[in-house]
């Protein structure tokens, strides 16, 4: 990788501003937050899945001197806060009154002086459960006789979430009459969890003089953290403010508001101080936003030379004990819709069931875009499985079905409309990197019975950027972003936007948009972000939405501040606006070079005596609101290449071949660095990280010696090419990228393991493909990966 030493005036590799802080250890975290007075909270959890609270006797607790406050559910009843709205319009407790419904669940919180007395004084209170039988599967839920998992909610007599649907199912049914092929599979995304490097954790501080809430919290979306604060707690938003420092990776992990929040703005009401509760790993993984999870079964109907013609989808989707996804409103699978991919087909039909389960509040986080990585994955496993039925070679039947560029903008046969690409040309460019045919040779060249090798592909789709306000909204806020820039009278810009890095390098790319668009250098440009006071509303990051909507916020507000400059220009040299013409830093009158100024002149001018024209405002600044006009649609082509070991079932990832287009790069670096961690997670999901429970509900997966994590040693070193199609209607052509890896690449090393696996007749088996089970589908007898019963 080269980088430049001298940044570029505008898009361009350049080093990370904010790294100058994070390398020397000087970032502020959460954790790294400590006021005068602080007191500490930790969270009782429930050890049961499923079970009745008789009684909580937090009596010995409170007598520990160190302790002061313990909250329990009643109290919080008595507030009316033991329940909480969730993102999606369902209730979850905050502290348990009635049942724990699942292992991990908040019962109680203890306030104390110090980390350590809380912790010890959890031990102190006691709590008289009455077990109850758990719904760990998810296919089980619906049973008749399942135990009731909501008996809180009005007219809740199962375990029924949700049904939804997409896409057009009588013409799907008529292909599917019709076809030639159908071939059927039951795929399933197992539970999996995005394990940021730094945990949940908030710093509540309630000044009971000015009745202001301050609230450090490391969210990824911190306005609409405050309007739901000011909807449960009944306080206008101006009293509160939600600060989200630096935040150690995100991953989706972030975007919920969880029970520890609450718990803690409640313990600083009570205490009258300020209250920190940051949770451990281990809790983490228990209770915090899971992803996936996802049982599907997936219909292809095709004809005998491999051209599809339709896709049927069923779904469960397994959304745990209360429902916290955080999606659009109007998608209760999120944009799991998408599963038709990359293929042109005439006819495409899925239908979803949410259930309940006594799991930890699932959903959609861990680098998902709104579900697109099930469905990626779903229709990247079919595509291989009509490829392994008609005998074809898989890149072929790829190609043979990618839509064309013609075919763009694309009405997909759910409703979307892919706003620009040309796929043959990136899968092309990535079996050309790969040198498909020359790793296909070595295959067949392969004495049987001896190590196994395999070539996998994917191909995916990404819609990313919500989202137009019309379609979309999370609990009635429109997905609009703001953003404010102000140019200084030296010409030094401060730029206010509503999203918030976890680690994707905003304060360096956003200044890069300004940069390119009004030529001053991005390390004159100030990024302001995470701060609710000092920022315009908007929706926050994830779902890849900061680059397509908050990125063109910036460029729109940076070129009403350059249409500003051209008016002070203007008045400055004495001519008609009309005749100035723009070049990179400065306008000039038009045919004469010589005669112009520069944006740091004008930033000048415009502060100073100068005679303004009639009507032109004064200083340099601008603020918007920006509204997408759609979604935009990155997409990419993937090789993996898999060595397996048939004695043991290790697999080793050899080699890695990623085409990303994502438009125009702004910051081709931070790109390939999302790239890398997103390929990275894909190992890992594909290989090794997996949830499991057992059929007593109690969670596998809860701390790293469980939930395993890909490491560099799992890791080959990455081949990245990219291809680039901007986005048509985006203002700097840019699509979102940071999901885009976590998105395709798990598809195409299961793809690998799987065409390793060819001679053995293996036609699918589920993630994770540890050893055991690789080893297990040799053998002929997969497993049910979510389940701890072989
Ligand atoms: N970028 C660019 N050119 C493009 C597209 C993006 O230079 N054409 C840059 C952006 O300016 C930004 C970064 O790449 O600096 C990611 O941009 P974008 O794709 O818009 O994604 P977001 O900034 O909205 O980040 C969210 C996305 C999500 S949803 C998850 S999940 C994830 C991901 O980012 N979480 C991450 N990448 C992560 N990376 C880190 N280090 N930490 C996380 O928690
Ligand atoms: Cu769904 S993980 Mo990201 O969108 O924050």
Request: aromatic share 8%; hydrophobic share 40%; proline share 7%.
């Amino acid at each position: 990788m080269t980088t430049v030493e001298q940044p570029p005036i505008g898009f361009g590799r350049m080093h990370r501003k904010e790294d100058a802080r994070f390398v020397r250890g000087r970032g502020t975290y959460v954790d790294d937050v400590n006021l005068p007075g602080m007191l500490h909270g930790a969270v009782l959890r429930s050890p049961f899945a499923h079970a009745r609270i008789v009684s909580i006797d937090t009596a010995a607790a409170q007598a520990h001197p160190r302790v002061k406050a313990v909250i329990t559910g009643q109290t919080l009843d008595g507030l009316k806060l033991a329940w909480m709205p969730t993102l999606s319009q369902d209730t979850q407790a905050v502290l348990a009154t009635d049942k724990v419904r699942f292992q991990g669940q908040e019962v109680a919180f203890v306030v104390a002086e110090d980390r350590y007395a809380a912790r010890d004084a959890l031990e102190l209170i006691d709590v008289e459960y009455e077990p109850l039988p758990a719904v760990v599967d998810a296919r089980r839920a619906l049973d008749p006789g399942a135990p009731v998992i909501r008996d809180d909610k009005d007219g809740q007599t199962d375990n029924h979430i949700f049904d939804w649907g997409a896409g057009d199912e009588a013409a799907t049914d008529a292909v599917f009459a019709s076809a030639e092929v159908v071939v059927a599979q039951d795929v399933l995304y197992p539970r999996v969890h995005p394990a940021p490097l730094e945990t949940c954790g908030a710093v509540a501080d309630f000044d009971a003089v000015t009745g202001k809430l301050t609230m450090w919290c490391n969210t990824q979306a911190p306005h609409a953290h405050r309007t739901v604060y000011a909807l449960v707690a009944g306080l206008p938003e101006h009293k509160i403010r939600v600060i989200s420092p630096d935040v150690g990776g995100g991953f989706g992990n972030k975007v919920p508001i969880y029970p520890g929040y609450v718990c803690a703005v409640v313990g600083s009401i009570v205490t009258g101080k300020p209250v920190k509760w940051m949770e451990d790993r281990s809790e983490n993984l228990m209770s915090t936003g899971f992803a996936r999870d996802f049982h599907m079964r997936g219909e292809v109907a095709a004809t005998r030379d491999g051209k599809i013609r339709a896709l049927r989808v069923k779904v469960i989707a397994d959304h745990g004990a209360f429902n916290g996804t955080a999606q659009p409103t109007k998608f209760p699978a999120g944009f799991f819709h998408v599963f038709t991919g990359s293929y042109d087909m005439e006819a495409a039909h899925c239908a979803v069931t949410g259930v309940y389960t006594n799991k930890a509040p699932g959903g959609v986080a861990y680098a998902c875009s709104f579900r697109i990585t099930e469905a990626a994955y779903l229709v990247e496993r079919m595509v291989d499985v009509l490829a392994y039925e008609l005998e074809m070679d898989p890149a072929e039947l790829r190609m043979k079905n990618l839509l064309r560029p013609e075919q763009f903008p694309y009405p997909s046969p759910t409703g979307w409309e892919y706003d620009s690409g040309d796929y043959p040309r990136a899968l092309q460019l990535a079996l050309d990197m790969a040198g498909y045919a020359e790793l296909r040779a070595e295959q067949a060249a392969r004495p049987p019975g001896g190590p196994l090798m395999g070539i996998g592909i994917s191909f995916f789709t990404e819609a990313v950027g919500a989202g137009p306000r019309k379609h979309m909204d999370i609990l009635g806020l429109g997905m609009a972003d703001g953003a404010e820039l102000r140019v200084h009278p030296t010409g030094k810009a401060v730029l206010r936007i509503s999203v918030q890095s976890q680690g994707q390098g905003h304060e360096t790319t956003y200044a890069q948009i300004v940069a390119e668009e009004l030529g001053i250098p991005p390390d004159d440009v100030e990024v302001v972000h995470g701060d609710t006071d000092q920022t315009p509303f908007g929706l926050g990051t994830y779902g890849s939405r900061s680059t397509p909507v908050s990125g063109a916020a910036t460029a729109v507000v940076a070129r009403k501040v350059r249409e500003r400059a051209r008016q002070v220009a203007s008045a400055m040299l004495e001519v008609d606006p009309g005749d100035l013409e723009w070049e990179k830093g400065r306008w000039y009158v038009r045919g004469d070079q010589s005669q112009g100024r520069t944006i740091q002149e004008i930033a000048l001018a415009s502060h100073s005596s100068l005679e303004l024209p009639e009507g032109v405002e004064g200083h340099l600044d601008a603020t918007t609101v920006y509204n997408p006009p759609n979604l935009t649609f990155p997409f990419g082509a993937y090789v993996c290449v898999v060595d397996v070991d048939p004695g043991t079932g290790q697999v080793k990832v050899r080699r890695f071949v990623a085409v990303d287009d994502c438009g125009v790069r702004i910051n081709p670096m931070i790109v390939e660095g999302q790239v890398h961690g997103g390929l990275a997670d894909g190992i890992g999901m594909a290989l090794m990280e997996l949830i499991a429970f057992d059929e007593d509900g109690n969670c596998l997966g809860a701390s790293f010696m469980d939930y395993l994590l890909p490491t560099a040693m799992e890791c080959p070193s990455w081949e990245l090419g990219e291809t680039v199609t901007p986005s048509p209607h985006h203002p700097i052509g840019a699509k979102g990228v940071g999901e885009s890896a976590t998105v395709g690449s798990p598809a195409a090393v299961v793809n690998a393991v799987l065409d390793a696996l060819k001679p053995y007749g293996v036609r699918h088996a589920d993630m994770p493909l540890t050893p055991a089970h690789v080893w297990r589908a040799i053998q002929g007898r997969p497993i049910r990966t979510d389940l701890a019963i072989t």
